[in-house]
């Protein structure tokens, strides 16, 4: 079994910056893909960006430049950098583990999730 936890939301201006992190218990993570995802109420999850075991990543039009995907597979945890934040990233961001090794853009292939955690961007 596997347990992803969140942190480091928190509220921020726009063009600020945020990292948060996502640390995993379990021997899954060194060999599993990782993802990030956002979603608000009453919209549907959104893909964020993903990242396989070896480092290759994925990302979303709208993050793209902007976020960056990080892992310390020593510590068990991935990392999603956040800069020039926008009012439109405000949302509840979590964490996905895939056990298999590939970059993956829908949520439901993912096997495990996180609580999330809050980021809010104000104007």
């Known amino acids: 079994q596997v347990q992803l936890v969140e942190s480091g939301g928190g509220l921020v201006q726009a063009g600020e910056s945020l990292r948060l992190s996502c640390a995993a218990s379990?021997?899954?993570?060194?060999?599993?893909?990782m993802g990030w995802f956002r979603q608000v109420p009453g919209k549907e999850r959104e893909f964020v960006g993903a990242?396989?075991?070896?480092?290759?990543?994925i990302y979303t039009d709208s993050v793209k430049g902007r976020f960056t995907i990080l892992r310390d597979n020593a510590k068990n945890t991935v990392y999603l950098q956040m800069n020039s934040l926008k009012p439109e990233d405000t949302s509840v961001y979590c964490c996905?583990?895939?056990?298999?090794?590939?970059?993956?853009?829908?949520?439901?292939?993912?096997?495990?999730w996180g609580q999330g955690t809050q980021v809010t961007v104000s104007s």
């Open positions: 996905a583990l895939r056990r298999f090794d590939t970059l993956a853009i829908a949520p439901q292939i993912y096997d495990y």
């Open positions: 379990g021997r899954s993570f060194s060999s599993a893909a």
């Open positions: 990242m396989t075991s070896s480092g290759t990543t």
